[in-house]
């Protein structure tokens, strides 16, 4: 299991893009209100970065006092996966580790997983041997939850996956290790891997948290069970949009639709 190793916040980051608070191993932020601009979580992004580039032209995004959180797979299966490189510079995109991000991680920094190449990883072992380990370096560095603080003292949660636990503050004191090493390292893979309460339908309230946004799992429409959203409106497929989510007020939904995608859904 990977740990991150931490290599600073960028230097030319404002303060509201900095996080408040940063648990010692890195698997856990937390962002403070956003105080001078507006604040928005994206989902899968895929590689399909020049599609997020529009999407954030279409509600005007302000690099300097807006904030937009990502809820992973930044990578794997669209054309621009080693875009990611440059965006994850950028101080005021905020994303926390996918399923897919996690398999460059151990593709770079261990061995090649089973199956990332099949499903859209292939583009990873085509890079040049030396920037490997860069690029998962880098992806080592996403925490896997954040939360973050609305101007009204709300308080959001973001992870990949699902919180994997009925209570937010039980999945903090897991991902921070407060349990023990062998109990964080099964809630770090369970919360990019599992799917479970979207496969139950279960509308069980996460406790502690106003509301938690994930991916992972693909939906037609943006579909909120009890206090979780699903976001992964599966931007990199034909026939997917992705999905742009405005935290704190009406919680306004924009997407765009991938025209020029070619491949079909398939949820990994």
Not at 11 to 31: G, I, T
Not at 170 to 189: T, V
Request: glycine share 12%; aromatic share 8%; net charge negative.
């Amino acid at each position: 299991m990977l740990i991150p190793t931490h290599q600073g916040t960028p230097a030319d980051a404002a303060e509201h893009h900095r996080p408040a608070y940063l648990s010692s191993n890195l698997l856990f932020a937390c962002y403070g209100p956003n105080q001078v601009g507006r604040d928005f979580v994206v989902g899968d992004i895929h590689g399909e970065f020049s599609l997020l580039r529009s999407l954030l032209t279409k509600v005007g995004f302000d690099e300097k006092t807006d904030r937009l959180f990502s809820v992973g797979d930044l990578v794997d299966r669209g054309p621009e996966s080693p875009a990611a490189i440059r965006w994850m510079r950028y101080p005021w995109f905020i994303p926390v580790r996918g399923n897919h991000d996690h398999w460059c991680i151990e593709g770079g920094l261990i061995d090649e997983p089973a199956g990332h190449r099949r499903h859209g990883g292939a583009w990873f072992y085509e890079l040049p041997e030396a920037v490997q380990p860069l690029m998962a370096t880098l992806l080592n560095q996403m925490p896997v939850a954040i939360e973050v603080e609305g101007r009204d003292g709300e308080r959001f949660g973001i992870v990949h996956g699902e919180c994997t636990h009925h209570s937010w503050g039980r999945f903090r004191e897991a991902l921070e290790g407060e349990l023990g090493d062998s109990y964080r390292n099964h809630h770090i893979m369970e919360a990019i891997w599992r799917r479970s309460r979207l496969e139950d339908r279960d509308s069980t309230p996460v406790a502690g948290i106003d509301q938690v946004l994930v991916g992972h799992s693909v939906v037609e429409e943006v579909t909120t069970l009890g206090n979780v959203v699903y976001l992964d409106t599966g931007g990199c497929f034909k026939g997917g949009r992705l999905t742009l989510f405005e935290l704190g007020g009406a919680g306004e939904i924009i997407s765009v639709p991938n025209i020029s995608a070619t491949s079909e859904q398939l949820n990994i």
